[in-house]
């Protein structure tokens, strides 16, 4: 029941796009076509699932018994980039179709705040593992959710005349506004 | 280039939010005020200060294949300074219970680490000039960060509580969207396309 609650609240309540603002630019950079989008968003939650379950690890095993918690930003970013490397150098011998689809996104995660945003969050909530997973998984979820729908929307952006001064990133922002009210609808589900 | 347009090259013709698109995360999630945004901005531009001026002395000695994570840990050590800095100064609750500008701020403190305006600005300037001028460089560019910031998190007050930096201006309760995520969509949005049309009017 617990984690029904997690994975609810985090794919459409407190959507991490929408809600939280975390992972913006991404979400503007490769939007533009649905199929570049799913491809993100399966990249995303690849990696925000390893790296949160690193992280959490890292401090709990690492950093609360040696008492440096200061130190947490500067090893998450660390250990997260490092991730993100090892991932790609692993999936490119193991798996090279997966390295294809997934390839180009990889190193474009290290600075997508939702991951490391995401890894300070579960230790704030104070998640146990098990928890910080399902928390994970679901706002890789609602991102990738979001930033399809809205690849989706984009792409009718094409048919329609819009004003001069609106063109590219304007209509696109005030189109995210439109989302955002609409998820704004799932505030009473939890 | 000399000096004073490296100085305001951020404000107007580079700024990072209005032309760049660069910290969209920030921008969006801590304008609900003018206080809030202008916490933010000048908390980045100290960052971005400081790490411009650290990189610009160590640039010589990095190899150029590690120079990437280097960086990235010179960043982070500063952010983390601002982080206690600001839990330790900035972090005392209003007169009538509001949140603290450091609770407001909240995860956005740490997430400096990962604003591509930083980071942008420490590949592309602190790497190939001098101490001085990548001071200057950091600063504009973060005067022109919390600048935007500033007048975001303005407008979005003006509109959701018609207050501006917490002076109540009419007795109502405002258009609250405007204070809510819907409304740091749309106002940027607008923002920008306003920009867009007096840049290309001119």
């Known amino acids: 029941m617990e984690y029904i609650i997690i994975i609810i609240s985090a794919i459409f309540v407190n959507n991490i796009l929408l809600a939280q603002f975390l992972g913006v630019c991404p979400f503007m950079g490769v939007s533009t076509k649905i199929s570049t989008s799913v491809g993100m968003g399966a990249a995303v939650v690849f990696v925000m699932t390893l790296a949160t379950i690193v992280t959490w690890l890292i401090m709990h095993y690492l950093l609360v018994p040696f008492k440096i918690g200061y130190m947490q930003t500067i090893s998450y970013i660390l250990v997260i980039a490092a991730l993100v490397q090892m991932v790609e150098i692993i999936l490119k011998k193991v798996s090279p179709p997966l390295y294809q689809a997934l390839g180009v996104y990889l190193p474009l995660i290290t600075t997508n705040c939702a991951v490391l945003g995401v890894a300070i969050l579960v230790i704030q909530k104070d998640l146990n593992l098990m928890e910080s997973v399902v928390f994970a998984v679901a706002n890789a979820i609602g991102f990738s959710l979001a930033l399809v729908i809205f690849a ?21 922002f005030v189109t995210a506004g439109l989302l955002a009210l609409a998820f704004m609808g799932f505030a009473g589900l939890v | 280039m000399n000096n004073l347009q490296n100085f305001t090259k951020g404000f107007f013709k580079e700024n990072p939010v209005f032309v760049l698109l660069l910290g969209l995360c920030p921008t969006l999630g801590t304008t609900t005020s003018a206080i809030n945004g202008m916490g933010m901005g000048l908390a980045t531009m100290v960052v971005l200060v400081l790490s411009n001026m650290a990189i610009a002395l160590i640039a010589g000695a990095i190899p150029s294949k590690v120079r990437i994570p280097s960086y990235i840990v010179v960043i982070a050590s500063f952010v983390t300074i601002v982080d206690l800095l600001m839990a330790a100064y900035f972090n005392t609750p209003g007169p009538n219970g ?28 602190a790497s190939k000039n001098g101490v001085g001028a990548s001071a200057i460089d950091g600063l504009g560019m973060g005067l022109g960060f919390a600048m935007a910031l500033t007048i975001l998190g303005a407008i979005r007050e003006l509109l959701g509580s018609y207050a501006i930096f917490g002076i109540q201006l009419v007795k109502s309760d405002g258009m609250l969207v405007f204070v809510l995520a819907p409304g740091a969509f749309l106002a940027l949005g607008y923002l920008i396309a306003l920009l867009n049309k007096i840049r290309t009017s001119k």
Do not use: Q
């Not at chain 1, 009718?156 to 304007?170: D, Y």
């Open chain 1, 152 to 172: 989706g929307l984009r792409e009718k952006f094409e048919l329609v005349n819009i004003p001069k001064g609106m063109k590219g990133i304007p209509i696109a």
């Open chain 2, 98 to 125: 509001e949140l603290s500008l450091y609770d407001n701020l909240g995860l956005f403190i740490p997430l400096i680490v990962v604003n591509c305006i930083v980071l942008g600005r420490a590949e592309a300037f």
